[in-house]
């Protein structure tokens, strides 16, 4: 379970949102709405431990009971998609896979792991590519299983959706939430999107901003 315990960012001491609260059970997502601007990356950032220098985070967050910022960043094992799939551009898909899975084991075996797994995704037969070889939908498959291979305790997904078109967007939440649900861990979606809101969250959230 994820716990967001008043949670807000600030500049130069400032408050800038009113305080987030939020109980998110394993397997289930809550989504972040609100303005352009008014904070919702920034209290993902905060859990990942990558706020912007110029900004604060107040308030606690735990993740299945461990307080988060008493952890360094690498160590809260928080899987995070982005808009912008995080890829590594110079490996082959089935590289960039192999990266992310657990060590060990011969590469021979790892690599026919890496396989399987893509084949889980509708990406079989792809493996030699590089990223930029790959379409949109195609590359926003393999990030989102790239970042379950790292065996991530909390999902953080901030518009992972927006640069999908419609139908893919539609293939991508399905994705999305059953990869939520095999892995049983707690997810955060911000988003502006309503449809990906009622679709995929038990909880909406509206941010406000303070001021
Ligand atoms: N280094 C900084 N110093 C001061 N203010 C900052 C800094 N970085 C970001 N901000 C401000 O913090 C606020 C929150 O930004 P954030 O990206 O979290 O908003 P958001 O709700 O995710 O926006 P969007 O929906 O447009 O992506 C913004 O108003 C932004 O201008």
Redesign the pocket.
Known sequence: MLELTSVQ?A?KRQA?IKPVSASVNNGEIVALM?P???????ILAYLSGSL????QGLGQASLDGLQLMQLAPEQRQLGLLQQHPLLFPHMTVAENLMFAMPKGGSQTERYRQAKLHLAEVGLQGLEERLPEQLSGGQQARLALLRTLLSKPNALLLDEPFSKLDKSLRQEMRQLVKQAIEKANIPAIL?T?DEDDATQLAVQIIELEALG
């Open positions: 960012i500049h800038l609100g352009s601007g008014v904070g919702k990356s920034s912007s220098s110029g900004l911000v502006h």
